[in-house]
């Protein structure tokens, strides 16, 4: 009997000895597979085998096709293809790959030392905590798929990523804000410390010539903080304008430009007073409290969704001579003919013309149970063939595929999202409406009484009413929230999102992912009278130890027995000799075993000889937690939404405090399912991990994404949970109303601030300089009170 050691290379399990072997640090090493052996031995040919000293973890296993893997690589040599993930940078091509594999730090180093090697890449950089590459190379020197080969040769698949645009346009804004932030910071301390000085008097008695230098000097200190820092207020107030409303853009755009202009002419005529130091920081406070906002509401755009590894590139077309060609996915058209090998991804929806295999469609269901499929039956784009050779028929393109229609729907979905925060957008517009009536009609008057000072009793109305704090008084509590609740494993995505989950009454749920593990376990074992159960464990879990169905995976002994004459029935079960004796295990069916006679909830059944022995009853399992973590949440009304079987979606529910559960739905039936509960007035909050779920999150008041789940759930989700467990939701709910109330304290000090300051504005018995200080302290006050929620 052979032994069991772990693979050098990978970590699993190989046979002792085992015929793949390599030399690596001086000393032959057993691998597990041919694939793991020709990375091996490529790590040690380029020299760098300080990988295997250096690295944390063990590395993925490598593909024992690996020859046949390269050779297909050079489809990304396609113009046509390259022209969606590939940049001209002068002379160079420059690409960003996500690279699978990566486990450590060391593999970071290795891919840069192996990809430095070869010819015509000039420039490689490894994020790890990402899993990319940025590669920089000739083109007239190496192809594309070169580099992917030269990546597969040691162990890493590579895929063309091709970056969100909303985390793109992130970064870009970002860079932006921080120029004008940085500029306004520092010109305001030099402008302050010359102004300063000469209100209070700091540098004793000057000479007019020297008071008017300094104002020269603040004057060209300011003047790139009007023009370049404050732009953002202006472009804010063109655009509100041109869409024939006013927004806070407008009256600091008139501050600004009223203060500038006035301390223009005063420099230049050498008469009057200017107030550089107030537009300065006047201008540097509302950046800075813009950025801090923009980066929070956008820290959870970062998470880009990979979705290169669910819709396929190549394709076996199938020509009518009988000659197989590789070509774009994308080229296919109806009534192609397509082969499809084991373990491949469907590249298109289609019809089977020939063979029966199971089909891994959890990408498009949520479900890991795989689908039996044979000729006539339909298969979608994107999902895995998981068994037998299939000859499929193209019956729509590749955009017309479901994962397609999916997206479709998902974005329709948002176009319809609720607006909660319309009426706070509204009472902004009207306020600022009433500001600047009221800084207008302070100036007439007071320019008809012949008051030489009408025009900065103007400017004082417009910057100490400005609604500042007012603009702060949500997002300051959404930001100190936001900041908590990444602390606790728990991103935002919208900010509005805190406001809306204070009003959930209806908690509609994912199943597999979700609530469960999305790994199925044993739940029970029945045994015939008189058998061992561990006897009976023993040769279940060895016939299943040459299956490649999930389900073997709830099988499990320290010790396996040698098997042989062993079969896969396609949708049925397997079948193998075991210790002389012929096994047959899988479903009733396949088994000839009537459930009622040993257990009728058992799914998964072991005969031999035509007499059943035991019975199973295989699922997933519930992710540890979620029981306590529902029966907090009892209150609401607690809906279930799946694509499961309605019989295990009654079993999971029936263990839970589940009010309502629904099986065998269809993303769009999930997305109708919660459209008619909201219909009936309910404020429903979805929690789902699936691609299949994108629609339905979308379509929520407020939706939420576990930790397991797929990217385009987590671009479709406004909150996104780090853990895969549900254990955050209440602490979530709970932060939730009390942000509310920090925000309505808020509001409440912004507006009695504005209306308490605005008779001394009026009077005159408000400078400029005082009023900058006034909506400064306010917005202080309301960030004070916000930051209270970080406790």
Request: charged share 15%; proline share 4%.
């Amino acid at each position: 009997m052979t032994s069991k050691t772990p693979c050098y290379h990978c970590g699993l399990p190989a046979e002792s000895p085992s015929p793949y072997h390599a030399i690596v640090l001086g000393k032959s090493r057993d691998m597990c597979c041919l694939g793991c052996q020709s990375v091996a031995e490529a790590i040690v040919s380029n020299g760098l085998e300080n990988y295997y000293q250096f690295r944390t973890e063990p590395a993925a296993q490598g593909e024992s096709e690996i020859l046949e893997t390269l050779d297909k690589l050079s489809v990304y040599d396609d113009p046509a293809l390259q022209e969606d993930f590939v940049y001209q940078e002068g002379k160079h091509n420059q690409i960003q790959l996500t690279v699978e594999g990566i486990t450590c730090a060391a593999c970071g180093w290795l891919i840069e030392k192996q990809l430095a090697k070869v010819s015509g890449i000039s420039q490689v950089a490894v994020n790890v905590a990402e899993r990319r590459a940025m590669v920089t190379w000739e083109p007239n020197s190496i192809a594309l798929s070169g580099i992917l080969k030269a990546l597969k040769r040691i162990g890493y698949k590579a895929l063309p990523f091709q970056p969100d645009q909303h985390e793109a346009s992130y970064v870009s804004e970002q860079k932006q804000f921080l120029k004008k932030v940085g500029l306004a910071g520092l010109m305001t301390m030099q402008v302050m410390m010359l102004m300063t000085g000469l209100y209070f008097d700091l540098f004793g008695s000057i000479e007019a010539e020297t008071r008017q230098y300094f104002y020269w000097v603040a004057l060209v200190l300011t003047t790139p903080v009007v023009l370049y820092s404050g732009s953002t207020f202006y472009l804010g107030a063109i655009k509100a304008i041109s869409a024939r409303t006013v927004n806070m853009d407008v009256p600091v755009t008139l501050a600004i430009f009223g203060t500038y202009i006035a301390g223009l002419k005063a420099t230049i005529l050498q008469t009057g007073e200017v107030y550089f130091e107030s537009i300065c920081m006047f201008i540097f406070l509302l950046l800075l409290s813009r950025y801090l906002e923009h980066r929070s509401r956008h820290q959870a755009t970062q998470i880009s969704a990979n979705m290169m590894q669910y819709i396929p590139v190549t394709a076996h077309r199938l020509a009518a001579d009988g000659q197989i060609t590789d070509c774009l996915a994308k080229h296919l058209q109806t009534g192609d003919i397509v082969i499809v090998k084991p373990g491949e991804t469907i590249p298109v929806d289609g019809v089977i013309t020939d063979g029966v295999s199971a089909i891994d469609e959890s990408m498009l269901t949520g479900e890991f149970e795989p689908v039996t499929k044979q000729p006539q039956s339909t298969v979608f784009g994107g999902t895995v063939n998981q068994q037998s050779t299939l000859t499929v028929e193209v019956k729509q393109p590749l955009k017309h595929a479901l994962v397609n229609q999916i997206i479709r729907l998902q974005s329709s979905a948002m176009a319809n999202k609720p607006k909660v925060a319309q009426m706070a957008d509204t009472f902004s517009r009207y306020f600022v409406i009433a500001v600047l009536v009221v800084s207008g009609a302070a100036f007439a008057y007071w320019y008809w009484q012949g008051n030489d000072d009408a025009f900065w009793i103007a400017i004082a109305v417009l910057v100490a009413t400005c609604p500042c704090a007012l603009g702060l008084a949500t997002p300051s509590a959404l930001t100190c929230a936001m900041a908590r609740l990444n602390k606790q494993g728990v991103l935002l995505k919208r900010a509005d999102a805190l406001e809306q989950l204070t009003t959930i009454d209806t908690i509609a749920l994912d199943k597999t992912g979700t609530l469960t593990a999305g790994e199925f376990s044993l739940q029970q074992c029945w045994v015939t009278e008189g058998i061992s159960e561990a006897d009976v464990m023993q040769v279940a879990a060895s016939l299943e130890a040459r299956s490649e169905h999930p389900i073997s995976n709830a099988f499990q002994s320290e010790m396996l027995l040698p098997v042989s004459d062993f079969d896969v029935t396609a949708g049925g079960g397997i079948s193998g000799t075991v210790l002389g004796r012929k096994w047959m295990m899988g479903s009733a069916s396949f088994t000839g075993v009537s459930p009622v006679t040993i257990a009728e909830n058992a799914n998964v059944f072991l005969t031999s000889n035509g007499n059943c022995i035991a019975a199973f009853l295989v699922s997933d399992s519930l992710k540890p937690g979620t029981a306590e973590t529902l029966e907090s949440l009892s209150a609401m009304q607690l809906v279930l939404l799946s694509g499961d079987n309605q019989h295990n979606v009654d079993a999971i529910a029936h263990k839970l405090p589940i009010h309502q559960a629904y099986g065998g739905l269809t993303p769009e039936q999930k997305y109708r399912h919660v459209q008619a509960l909201q219909a009936k007035g309910h404020k429903v909050l979805m929690l789902g991990d699936g691609i299949n779920d994108a629609p339905v999150l979308a379509s929520a008041d407020v939706s939420l994404a576990v930790g397991n789940a797929t990217d385009v759930a987590r671009n479709a989700a406004d909150v996104v949970l780090l853990s895969d467990s549900l254990s955050m939701v209440p602490p979530l709910l709970k932060l939730a109303n009390q942000t509310r109330q920090k925000i309505r304290q808020n509001i409440l000090w912004a507006v009695g601030y504005n209306l308490l300051i605005l008779p001394f504005a009026v009077s005159g018995l408000l400078l400029p300089w005082m009023a900058v200080i006034g909506m400064s302290l306010s917005s202080i006050i309301v960030v004070t009170n916000s930051t209270r929620l970080l406790k």
